[in-house]
């Protein structure tokens, strides 16, 4: 049997370019790792619960995107089709070859091109039960749903908005290319095969034998030369597009392979970024998922920054300092990634780049011994803008009886993380150094704080031997331990999440289960890892106040749809952010916890009010 | 030298004609809410850095726009980049990048 036609050069060629330029990548990648990962990643591949889990994930969002699905099914459906299809179609393509060809080994064109080199018919009725028939019925059935994919892609360049998005990605001169390609694939595929089966009457399943009857009986001239024409386009495409794929985004495929098993051996972003973060960059699929994210883009209008234009110009090893500095850092688009990019930690490693060359100088803090007690409170540099809160902690701290000392009430010494948001990473460890003293020379057991900017910082960056919780939790533990009772005001409140508590710091039941005790909550439509930011964020720098203000608007709009009495929030800085613009009133949930302790010896008069001027 | 019960105060005189610009220009360049400051004090009054030491955030930014930058250079760096200032400014001047750019001004023209 014949089992080579000049025109399989073309593919055969470009898969030899392909693989070969993965395996090197593959290898950089993995070079260019820091000792410690490299251990990492050689210990996991071989620890057989991490070769499945990376498998699995493999499957799942390699070649299914299950993320994606769950946030836009159309999408997913997109992916899916191409990915997943063709991966059923190079299967079952290579299992149909071995039908007709029994060795172990064939060249890895034969399968792609089968049906050029087999075309016999299946003449008598029975035949259609027979193996060749079922791979035929298989075969166009796969072809077809990958072909239903390319259809929706080709819509969704045309009218992206029927996804549901607003913006679709950009591309450059290499995408464009390996996009064409990507797009003639399949239909090249479709004709060649239609023709052949519709010349030689016979090889086609229901797909493309009818349509291959169909074509040759209306198009004119010799059947078998078009077939041939088409043979050649789709091994001409197939190679062209392999070729163009480590220049273009279709590199994302190998990569994020790469990723995931890199991200199930443990290996994670570094603070000055290493190989794990090239990867990742190579990883961005562009789907633009990132963009429909970012509030900056629906509320503000900026739509040059998001994760997907960050990445891009990191991959061009230039990052304008605008898009490094212009984004709240809130986490929503991370949170979105289909490909589960760190993209936070991304924009850190450029902030640290510009902003590591200025110096500070805090020689004049001085470190006088703040007393002891069992617990810690630090209320925060934020929390004394709002000193309603502090005020409630207070109280509550009373009410229950606990020895806390409260370490910053006269002036807080930052607890370093806005500098960290601005890339200055060792001025901040001088400010971390000289509060882990302080709050360890108190011997407390538990450290609580007021804000959550300073609870991520703390638990992440300051390695205290104690626990450390932010009020929500504390409060609700207070109530679960008896300490306080509290008595529902029935008041109707929604909650917003807080960036750095919710998606920083993974707390989303403790203040529901708190203000489901106190208080009427009514669901918001955005909430937990999909909480909008109330705009205030200090990692957004380089805007004007004003785009701060919009995107708290359309927060505020989002928020108090449903028209209830209090907005409660758990941070000093969402409040004032809140409060500049809101209409309804904006309260900390410790107030409402203060405010709902019916015995309350420490009562001041009223409800606790921050003593602020509405300019309106 | 005769103590006669008084000193003499530096001269406090400021002649626009010889002030250092550069910063000035730079500095609003970058960011340009810098013209919004009514000088009203506020970011000082709240200042995180000013409860510990004597630190004027206001005293920075408005010396730059007089043309004499050399004193800034050393008071920059005490501050701690809270952000709390701009949250009190009510006239909405963006004082964290304020800050940035006041150091990237230092850094440029040295
Ligand atoms: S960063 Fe993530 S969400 Fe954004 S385009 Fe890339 S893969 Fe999509
Ligand atoms: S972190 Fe937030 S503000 Fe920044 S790009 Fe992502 S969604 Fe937009
Ligand atoms: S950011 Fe600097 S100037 Fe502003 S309040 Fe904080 S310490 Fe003071
Ligand atoms: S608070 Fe604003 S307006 Fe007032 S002095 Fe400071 S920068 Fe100027």
Same mark, same amino acid.
């Given at each position: 049997m014949i089992k080579f036609n000049l025109f399989v050069l073309p593919f055969s060629l470009g898969l030899i370019y392909i693989v070969t330029s993965i395996v090197m990548h593959y290898y950089r990648w993995i070079k260019a790792l820091p000792a410690v990962d490299k251990v990492k990643l050689s210990a996991g591949i071989r620890t057989p619960s991490k070769v499945l889990a990376s498998l699995k994930e493999i499957f799942l969002?390699?070649?299914?995107h299950r993320k994606l699905w769950k946030r836009n099914p159309l999408l997913g459906y997109m992916h899916m089709s191409f990915a997943f299809g063709w991966f059923l179609l190079i299967v079952m393509g290579n299992l149909e070859s071995r039908v007709y060809h029994?060795?172990?080994?064939?060249?890895?064109?034969y399968p792609i091109f089968l049906k050029f080199f087999i075309h016999d018919r299946?003449?008598?009725?029975?035949?259609?039960?027979t193996v060749p028939a079922f791979f035929r019925f298989i075969m166009d059935f796969l072809l077809l749903f990958v072909l239903s994919g390319l259809v929706l892609a080709w819509i969704k360049r045309k009218q992206?908005?029927?996804?549901?998005?607003k913006q679709t990605t950009m591309h450059n001169f290499f995408d464009r290319v390996a996009l064409s390609c990507l797009w003639l694939i399949f239909p090249m595929r479709l004709l060649a095969e239609s023709y052949t089966a519709g010349y030689f009457h016979g090889?086609?399943?229901f797909l493309t034998q009818n349509l291959g009857n169909l074509l040759v009986m209306i198009t004119p001239g010799p059947a078998e030369l078009i077939a041939y024409f088409f043979w050649w386009t789709y091994s001409l495409v197939l190679g062209l597009f392999f070729i163009m794929m480590p220049y273009?985004?279709?590199?994302?495929i190998p990569s994020e392979l790469l990723l995931i098993v890199f991200r199930h051996c443990g290996i994670q972003p570094r603070k000055w970024g290493s190989s794990f973060s090239d990867l990742e960059v190579r990883s961005c699929?562009? *789907?633009?998922v990132c963009i429909d994210a970012c509030q900056l883009n629906f509320?503000?209008?900026?739509?040059?920054?998001q994760a997907v234009y960050l990445i891009r110009s990191q991959r061009e090893q230039y990052i304008p300092e605008n898009i490094a500095q212009?984004?709240?850092? *809130?986490g929503r688009c991370q949170e979105a990634c289909p490909v589960g990019i760190k993209i936070d930690s991304l924009r850190l490693i450029k902030r640290r780049e510009i902003g590591s060359g200025q110096v500070s100088d805090f020689s004049y803090l001085t470190n006088p011994h703040p007393g002891f007690a069992d617990v810690v409170y630090f209320a925060g540099c934020m929390s004394q803008l709002t000193p309603s809160i502090p005020i409630a902690m207070e109280g509550i701290f009373k009410e229950a009886g606990i020895n806390y000392l409260?370490?910053? +009430?006269?002036?807080?010494?930052?607890?370093g993380r806005p500098l960290m948001l601005a890339g200055k990473d060792k001025q901040a460890n001088e400010l971390i150094e000289f509060n882990k003293t302080l709050i360890r020379q108190t011997r407390a057991k538990l450290l609580v704080t007021s804000c959550p900017i300073c609870y991520k910082v703390f638990r992440e960056?300051?390695?205290?031997?104690i626990r450390i919780q932010h009020h929500s939790q504390y409060l609700l533990e207070l109530v679960k331990d008896g300490k306080i009772a509290l008595q529902s005001q029935h008041r109707r409140v929604v909650y917003h999440d807080p960036c750095d508590l919710g998606r920083?710091?993974?707390?989303?039941?403790a203040p529901r289960e708190l203000l489901g005790k106190i208080s009427d909550l009514e669901p918001v439509e955005?909430? +937990? !890892?999909?909480a909008l930011c109330c705009?205030?964020?200090?990692?957004?720098?380089?805007?004007?106040?004003r785009t701060k203000d919009e995107v708290t608007l359309d927060a505020l709009e989002s928020l108090l749809a449903g028209d209830p009495d209090i907005l409660v929030t758990a941070c000093p800085l969402c409040k004032k952010t809140f409060s500049k613009l809101s209409k309804t009133e904006v309260r900390d949930i410790a107030e409402l916890v203060y405010d709902a302790i019916?015995?309350?010896? !420490?009562?001041?008069?009223?409800t606790v009010k921050d003593p602020e001027v509405v300019i309106s | 030298m005769i103590d006669f019960g008084y000193t003499l105060t530096r001269d +406090?005189?400021?002649d626009y004609d010889r002030g250092d610009f550069r910063y000035l220009k730079l500095v609003k360049s970058l960011?340009?809410?810098?013209?919004?400051?009514?000088?009203?004090?506020s970011c000082t009054a709240t200042c995180s850095a000013a409860g510990f030491t004597n630190f004027n955030i206001r005293r920075l930014h408005t010396v730059i726009r007089r043309g004499d930058?050399?004193?800034i250079k050393a008071e920059l760096?005490? *501050?701690?980049?809270?952000?709390k200032c701009q949250l009190v400014c009510p006239r909405g001047v963006n004082l964290r990048n304020l800050i940035l750019a006041m150091n990237r001004a230092i850094e440029i023209l040295g």
């Open positions: 969002e390699g070649l299914i029994g060795a172990y080994i064939n060249a890895p064109y299946l003449v008598l009725f029975f035949e259609i039960f992206s908005k029927w996804f549901g998005m090889g086609g399943g273009s985004r279709y590199m994302h699929s562009r *789907c633009g509320a503000a209008g900026i739509n040059t920054i212009t984004c709240m850092l *809130c409260f370490i910053d +009430r006269n002036g807080s010494i930052c607890c960056e300051y390695n205290l031997p920083g710091g993974n707390i989303y039941q955005k909430d +937990r !890892t999909n705009g205030g964020s200090l990692a957004l720098m380089g805007t004007s106040m019916p015995s309350r010896k !420490t009562r001041i008069a009223g | +406090r005189q400021l960011e340009p809410s810098m013209d919004l400051c009514i000088g009203c004090g930058p050399e004193s760096k005490k *501050c701690m980049f809270c952000g």
